[in-house]
């Protein structure tokens, strides 16, 4: 007699978020917002740390990543994740920086942002394989 197959649980993992940014303050707001969401998050604090961790064996789905930073220019950070095909979400306050990275990030987000608006983000970047993608702040489109 044939016993039906037991059922399993799906399995779910949480989507790991890198988060890049040098500032501190920044840094551990949003860290903390990405873990209240529910997101599993690491940190670096520039762009030879973030190097460093994409080069170990703990698969990165996303990295949010700070467009004004000292040291490596910012968007060759940004195309390195590209290269690597991890989806990236590139924060900043600055219209200059917006503007370079119009077609290298999967979706723009201008600072100050709530976490709700990252949230989107990351969920359009996590289901577009277009770069470019933003939605734009209209307040700073008003000149």
Do not use: C
Not at 61 to 71: E, F, K, S
């Amino acid at each position: 007699m044939a016993t039906a197959p037991k059922r399993r649980e799906p399995l779910t993992r949480r989507l790991h978020v890198l988060l890049v940014d040098d500032d501190e303050f920044v840094r551990e707001a949003i860290a903390e917002g990405l873990v209240q969401l529910g997101y599993r998050v690491s940190v670096a604090i520039g762009g030879e740390t973030m190097r460093q961790f994409l080069d170990t064996p703990d698969p990165v789905d996303l990295i949010v990543l700070d467009a004004l930073m000292p040291g490596e220019p910012t968007v060759t950070l940004a195309l390195h994740a590209r290269d690597r095909g991890i989806k990236l979400v590139v924060i900043s306050g600055s219209p200059d920086k917006m503007k370079e990275y119009q077609d290298k990030a999967h979706q723009l987000l201008w600072k100050p942002f709530r976490v709700e608006e990252l949230h989107r983000a990351i969920e359009l970047a996590m289901a577009s394989d277009t770069f470019g993608q933003r939605k734009e702040d209209p307040a700073r489109n008003s000149n």
